[in-house]
Nanobody, 121 residues
Framework: VQLQASGGGLVQAGGSLRVSCVDS????????MGWFRQAPGKEREFVVA????????NYADSVKGRFTISRDNAKNTVYLQMNSLKPEDTAVYYC???????????????WGQGTLVTVSS
């Protein structure tokens, strides 16, 4: 199992960025996917999860209305579109995959290496 995240970078406050995560070596559509983030000096926090079909999504309140998760099961890829970015969104963003229960309990089994998003004020 390998999750490869990419797309991070430096963006000004109010700007947008899209990060991606490719899952290799498995039947991607069997797994719930999620994004977490960890800011400097803080614990990792849940951002969003998406169901196996992509129909259902579950966002943290802090990003609701600004971030959008999507997945392309044909490409084994999950995306996180981030709009109206704020300096407090600065963090390393990690993708994760897990069983169907992950959608509810936010406990994931596999993790990518992370991609850094920096939002300047």
């Amino acid at each position: 199992v390998q999750l490869q995240a990419s797309g991070g970078g430096l963006v000004q406050a109010g700007g947008s960025l899209r990060v991606s995560c490719v899952d290799s070596g498995r039947t991607f559509s069997n797994y719930v996917m999620g994004w977490f983030r960890q800011a400097p000096g803080k614990e990792r926090e849940f951002v969003v999860a998406i169901s196996r079909t992509g129909i259902n999504t579950n966002y943290a309140d802090s990003v609701k209305g600004r971030f959008t998760i999507s997945r392309d099961n044909a490409k084994n890829t999950v995306y996180l579109q981030m709009n109206s970015l704020k300096p407090e969104d600065t963090a390393v963003y990690y993708c994760a995959s897990g069983p169907p229960t992950s959608y509810i309990d936010r406990k994931f089994n596999y993790w990518g290496q992370g991609t850094l998003v920096t939002v300047s004020s």
